[in-house]
């Protein structure tokens, strides 16, 4: 079976739609990783999608699973397929858990029923971001790195690595770990401090991209302002080039009952616009890659 990709957007996203009745996975895994390596957004339209089949097609390109701690978790999934559930207002610019050493190396959306209005997923290529920045701005994301801040109940940090997951198995998960400085109170929950760098090299052709949580976290962390690793505040100004930067290069997924879309999260943050039509329905899935 011969894959017909079309161009999705000014980022090089594709879409596969559905031709002669095939199911997701019918389609040629190692075509679908071609495309997913080479696009970094990969819509597939008119197959049905929904939360199992996502399950399912997801299975075959990941090797394990984590969770987000906000998202309630879909019953019969195992606890890896999850409502998109959290408010109904704009989600600012992001990459899933990338305030934390738990990023995952992508994300899966399905649709059942899209907002009547509005609630479209944003998405912006890291790369293009980059290539928008200032030089001199550039040169301060290379020398300072973000802070971000954490604090996860036992509950949420077994999210990430398990429902039986033991303080030892947190301990060694962290242990060691780039960036991480982390504090286990006696309740067994965790506070957790990670530095990272806002840009990062891409899974696939090892590309700068300016890939990070820095505007969703901006003013969350610790109800105060972030700061890089040297203590400065990361000001207004800088948010305001950023933003700028993130004007120019966003997209959008117009969601149809039965999408199912994977986002290399590596290189690319995603986000939503405000709706406020409570019957939408959007699960995701995050995973770590098997290629």
């Not at 089949?53 to 987000?68: H, I, L, P, T, V």
């Not at 509950?155 to 060694?172: C, M, N, S």
Request: glycine share 8%; proline share 3%.
């Amino acid at each position: 079976m011969n894959l017909v990709p079309q161009r999705l957007d000014g980022s090089g996203g594709v879409l596969i739609s559905r031709c002669n009745g095939e199911s997701l996975l019918d389609l040629p895994t190692e075509s679908v990783k071609s495309l997913m390596r080479s696009a970094g957004v990969v819509m597939f339209r008119g197959f049905d999608a929904g939360p199992e089949m996502m399950k399912q097609f997801a299975d075959q390109y990941s090797y394990k699973f984590n969770r987000d701690r906000l998202r309630p978790t879909v019953e019969g999934s195992g606890g890896h397929v999850q409502m998109v559930t959290e408010g109904m207002g704009y989600v600012d610019p992001h990459c899933e858990q990338a305030n934390s050493p738990f990023r995952p190396d992508a994300l899966w959306f399905t649709c059942t029923k899209p907002a009547a209005e509005g609630g479209e997923t944003l998405y912006w290529d890291g790369i293009r971001l980059w290539a928008a920045l200032s030089d001199e701005l550039k040169d301060v994301f290379r020398q300072k790195k973000l802070r971000f801040f954490q604090r996860y109940s036992k509950e949420k940090w077994q999210l990430f690595l398990g429902y039986d997951a033991t303080v030892a198995d947190i301990k060694k998960e962290l242990d060691g770990v780039e960036g991480v400085s982390y504090f286990l109170n006696a309740d067994e929950a965790l506070y957790l401090e990670y530095v990272s760098s806002a840009v990062v090299q891409t899974r696939y052709g090892h590309v700068e991209a300016f890939a990070n949580s820095l505007m969703s976290e901006w003013k969350n962390t610790l109800g105060d302002l972030m700061t890089f690793d040297d203590g400065s505040l990361i000001t207004e100004d800088i948010v305001q080039e950023v933003k700028t930067a993130l004007d120019s290069c966003t997209e959008a997924v117009d969601w149809q009952p039965g999408d199912l879309v994977f986002i290399d999260n590596s290189r690319f943050l995603h986000g939503r616009n405000g709706f406020t039509d409570t019957t939408r329905k959007i699960y995701s899935s995050l995973s770590f890659l098997n290629f």
